[in-house]
């Protein structure tokens, strides 16, 4: 669940940040059902392929019934991969693990 530190908006607790990716948030389609029938409805005509609706990127879960959300900016550049990894990665280079002598630099 997010919040604007502007505006004080409050995402439904219904929708939930998924763990793996920071972007995206997820529900079941269940609870779009309940609260936002239209949405919902759209959703599931679209079957899994990505819809946009107004600021967000909409995706249904192939074989399952879940919902992912992403805002549209980020959708168009990232899709549903996330940010690359330098964009993630604040460690500087010679801070990192080196993985061929699989040690830990001194800091």
Same mark, same amino acid.
């Given at each position: 669940m997010r919040k604007c530190p502007k505006c004080g908006?409050?995402? *439904? *607790?219904?929708? =939930?940040t998924c +763990?793996? !990716? &920071?972007? %995206?948030?997820y529900t079941h389609i269940d $609870?779009? #059902?309940i609260h936002e029938p239209q949405l919902a409805q759209q959703i599931e005509e679209s079957g899994t392929k990505t819809i946009i609706i107004e600021e967000?990127?909409?995706?249904?879960? =192939? !074989?399952? *019934?879940? %919902?992912? #959300?992403?805002w549209k900016q980020h959708y168009n550049l990232y899709k549903?991969? &996330? /940010?690359? +990894? /330098?964009h993630i990665n604040h460690i500087p280079p $010679?801070? +990192?693990? $080196?993985?061929?002598? !699989?040690?830990? *630099?001194?800091?």
């Amino acid at each position: 669940m997010r919040k604007c530190p502007k505006c004080g908006y409050e995402d *439904p *607790p219904y929708w =939930r940040t998924c +763990r793996w !990716n &920071g972007l %995206v948030d997820y529900t079941h389609i269940d $609870n779009l #059902r309940i609260h936002e029938p239209q949405l919902a409805q759209q959703i599931e005509e679209s079957g899994t392929k990505t819809i946009i609706i107004e600021e967000y990127a909409y995706h249904m879960i =192939r !074989n399952m *019934p879940i %919902v992912h #959300r992403q805002w549209k900016q980020h959708y168009n550049l990232y899709k549903w991969h &996330g /940010e690359p +990894r /330098e964009h993630i990665n604040h460690i500087p280079p $010679n801070k +990192r693990h $080196n993985h061929i002598t !699989n040690k830990h *630099p001194s800091i």
